[in-house]
């Protein structure tokens, strides 16, 4: 499903769980049964994959030459505290402590949602990251889109 969308701002508990907004479950698609991974993401961020949409990066992943260092490397970084993880009768999941950690995350989280994919934040990190002056933010478009056709 690459149809996910959204920011969302939640509470982690003090157990370090997360409720997941009921407006991104509802994209979901069935085949995923409310499965998940998380894992790291850039830029010091968490990212939420849909058991659907992780089991293709995987594929990637396990498409990659293992023979070649930085491949390796990649993969070895990115699976670091790789965890399935499943919503309980809450709608809630369990951020592991190294991932917590990572990330930086405590209690003020942002859920930014696109590409099939959660990004997870701490909240101050996410503001400080899409903080850009409108003219910076023009520059970084046309660069990125200016080449691509209008459709």
Do not use: H
Not at 53 to 69: C, D, I, P
Not at 72 to 79: E, N, Q
Not at 103 to 125: H, M, N, P, R, Y
Request: proline share 4%.
């Amino acid at each position: 499903m690459s149809g996910l969308l959204g920011e969302f701002e939640v509470n982690m508990d003090p157990k370090g769980r997360l409720k997941v907004p009921s407006a991104l479950i509802k994209q979901l698609s069935a085949e995923d049964n409310a499965r998940f991974v998380i894992t790291r993401g850039f830029e010091k961020c968490l990212v939420l994959y849909p058991f659907s949409e992780w089991q293709k990066v995987s594929a990637r992943l396990n498409g990659l030459n293992m023979f070649v260092k930085k491949n390796r490397d990649f993969v070895r970084y990115f699976m670091s505290g790789a965890t399935e993880l499943t919503l309980d009768s809450s709608e809630r999941v369990l951020v592991p402590k190294p991932l917590q950690a990572y990330a930086g995350i405590t209690k003020e989280i942002v859920l930014s949602a696109f590409q099939g994919k959660v990004e997870i934040w701490d909240k101050d990190q996410y503001t400080s990251v899409i903080d850009m002056q409108s003219d910076d933010f023009a520059g970084l478009a046309e660069e990125v889109m200016g080449d691509t056709p209008d459709e």
